[in-house]
């Protein structure tokens, strides 16, 4: 079991950056691949970005590609989404997602834990 709280959404302005992280309870977070999901108003939650339990292998969704970067630090239980050149598009509501397994893995249904999620809104 493992529970999940994101921090460092907010508003900010086309072509800012932010920076989310979603910290992890529990002492088997290096058992857990990590997900970035979002969710805008009226649309079905859709893949950002995930990472294998030991870093070594990311996927971006190509909306986000070259522009967030994920990252985790194992030591602190922690996943974090580094978000640059921010556009209206990017608003959402962001969660956190883990599941057990050493790939990473990009369909929601694959995950088994949530955050509750943080909003990002980015402003024209």
């Known amino acids: 079991q493992v529970q999940l709280v994101e921090s460092g959404g907010g508003l900010v302005q086309a072509g800012g950056s932010l920076r989310l992280s979603c910290a992890a309870s529990?002492?088997?977070?290096?058992?857990?691949?990590m997900g970035w999901f979002r969710q805008a108003p009226g649309k079905e939650r859709a893949f950002v970005v995930s990472i294998s339990r030991n870093g070594g292998s990311t996927y971006y969704a190509d909306s986000v590609k070259g522009r967030f970067t994920i990252s985790r630090d194992n030591a602190k239980n922690t996943v974090y989404l580094q978000m640059n050149s921010l556009k209206p598009e990017d608003t959402a509501v962001y969660y956190c997602?883990?599941?057990?397994?050493?790939?990473?893995?990009?369909?929601?249904?694959?995950?088994?834990?949530w955050g509750q999620g943080t909003q990002v809104t980015v402003s024209s």
């Open positions: 997602a883990a599941r057990s397994g050493s790939n990473y893995y990009y369909t929601s249904r694959d995950y088994n834990y």
């Open positions: 529990g002492r088997t977070f290096t058992s857990y691949a």
